[in-house]
């Protein structure tokens, strides 16, 4: 049994290894081969992350991120609340589904948002509640360590999902489990920085190693069609000026409350078609190929 601690960290300081190698740290933090060296302050441990000019290197993510660190624990409620998205609960019944005393769950790409004391907080940004910084490709964590990942809208941001899906592969038991959020149909939106997204056939695709247990809608198609027309009036009413724009779109999220509509239409089963993204459990298999 894994004994509570006071913070998340410490219930996997016997998992931890270099990021690089994955060898077993030689001093507190520390690989002299490669030259890696962690860095613990208080409940924090960080190998590196962003920096704050990858974060503000965007225009509209220097907002967003100004209103996180401002906003603290409040910026996930907030955003529930102003944005045209409705995601469908997935998140708190999958971790209803582990002994959260016992197993290790970690949040890959966490943000601002802690959804239980217990898990293990890991995002490349200092907020506050980060447990974790670090590269989520290269985490300093040991194969087989974790019995469950979360990763909610953060694939989308990176230019190589696959490396961060094997990365789950790597930190994770066998039998360990994964559920997943990407975005289908939303418009660009950078943390630091926004690539692609996923059909309900490319999810399972992107996670063929593993046994996918389930694709389903996770924000449904009011969702995709709010956000693009918001954008779209924002545009419009702009009349080429993007000073204009930014200062529109705000207003155009007094239309977010018609997303309630998707507690139906997400349902539809060809919602699939035109959701705004899907959410994937995946399984590790207990015998994994190498």
């Given at each position: 049994m894994i004994e509570l601690t006071r913070y998340p960290v410490d219930r996997v300081s016997g998992s931890l290894a270099c990021p690089s190698c994955h060898?077993?740290?030689?001093?507190?933090?520390?690989?002299?081969?490669?030259?890696?060296?962690?860095?613990?302050?208080?409940?924090?441990?960080s190998f590196g992350g962003f920096t704050d000019a990858e974060l503000r290197d965007d225009p509209l993510n220097r907002v967003k991120e100004t209103v996180k660190r401002r906003f603290g624990r409040v910026y996930p409620l907030t955003i529930q609340l102003v944005s045209p998205v409705l995601l469908r609960r997935f998140v708190r019944p999958f971790l209803a589904s582990f002994d959260l005393d016992r197993e290790v769950v970690a949040d890959?790409?966490?943000?601002?948002?802690?959804?239980?004391?217990?898990?293990?907080?890991?995002?490349?940004?200092?907020?506050?509640?980060?447990?974790?910084?670090?590269?989520?490709?290269?985490?300093?964590?040991?194969?087989?360590?974790?019995?469950?990942?979360?990763?909610?809208?953060?694939?989308?941001?990176?230019?190589?999902?696959?490396?961060?899906?094997?990365?789950?592969?790597?930190?994770?038991?066998?039998?360990?489990?994964v559920l997943c959020f990407v975005p289908f149909m939303q418009p660009f939106h950078a943390s630091?920085?926004?690539?692609?997204?996923?059909?309900?056939?490319?999810m399972t695709?992107?996670?063929?190693?593993?046994?996918v247990l389930s694709v389903r809608v996770g924000a449904g198609p009011t969702s995709a069609l709010l956000w693009v027309f918001q954008e779209w009036l924002a545009l419009?009413?702009?009349?080429?000026s993007r000073r204009l724009y930014r200062a529109i779109l705000p207003l155009m999220w007094l239309l977010s409350p018609l997303k309630i509509l998707d507690?139906?239409?997400a349902r539809h089963a060809d919602a699939v078609a035109v959701a705004s993204g899907f959410v994937i459990e995946v399984r590790k298999p207990a015998q994994p190929d190498r």
């Open positions: 060898s077993a740290f030689e001093g507190a933090y520390e690989c002299g081969p490669c030259a890696i060296t962690g860095h613990r302050q208080g409940r924090r441990l890959l790409g966490s943000g601002t948002n802690r959804y239980d004391p217990r898990l293990l907080c890991v995002d490349g940004g200092t907020y506050p509640n980060v447990d974790l910084v670090t590269d989520l490709r290269r985490m300093p964590i040991r194969d087989g360590s974790l019995d469950g990942v979360i990763s909610v809208a953060v694939l989308e941001h990176v230019p190589d999902p696959q490396a961060h899906v094997g990365e789950m592969w790597r930190v994770l038991k066998p039998g360990g489990r630091p920085y926004d690539y692609q997204r996923f059909t309900h056939a490319g695709t992107l996670f063929h190693r593993f046994e419009v009413l702009s009349f080429g507690v139906l239409l």
